[in-house]
């Protein structure tokens, strides 16, 4: 995924043993505090390479966005919004690398309507790296 997407920022990812099926991204210290992602066992042994690859650009998307995604929510989930953004650069981040954009919908299975969102957002990321052009030309 690095190779393929030189604006990523330089992230240390850390796996943790939990049965879950989840990840998250924080910033410590301030905006230019390194950067963690830590990643559930539970998602790493139970998913293909292709989804695991839109799981990591989902959080990197997070990271490189041009609306700061590593706020802290003081424990609510991160609003839909930032979710919806972060899949879409997550699937140019996948695309970039080989991998198909149109798996992302598996991170998040039961919400029906990001599901169909992906669905129908995967199929032209040409259009897609226009949205975020700014977002991704760093």
């Known amino acids: 995924l690095l ?11 850390h796996s943790f ?4 099926n989840n990840a998250f991204i924080l910033r410590y210290y301030d905006e230019h505090g390194p950067i963690h992602m830590f990643i559930q066992q539970g998602f790493l042994s139970g998913h293909s390479d292709t ?34 953004e972060a899949d879409d650069i997550g699937m140019i981040i ?6 198909d954009p149109c798996q992302m919908w598996k991170i ?3 919400e029906i309507r990001r599901k169909a969102r992906i669905k129908r957002r995967c199929g032209d990321i040409d259009a897609l790296k226009q949205e975020y052009a700014e977002d991704i030309a760093r």
């Open 3 to 13: 190779a393929a997407n030189p604006f990523i920022p330089i992230v240390s990812i």
């Open 17 to 20: 043993n939990h049965p879950g």
């Open 51 to 84: 989804v695991i690859a839109n799981l990591l650009g989902h959080e990197y998307g997070h990271a490189v966005s041009k609306n700061k995604h590593l706020d802290t929510y003081h424990g609510k989930h991160t609003p839909a919004w930032k979710q919806r």
């Open 94 to 99: 996948a695309a970039n690398a080989g991998y």
């Open 108 to 110: 998040a299975p039961y």
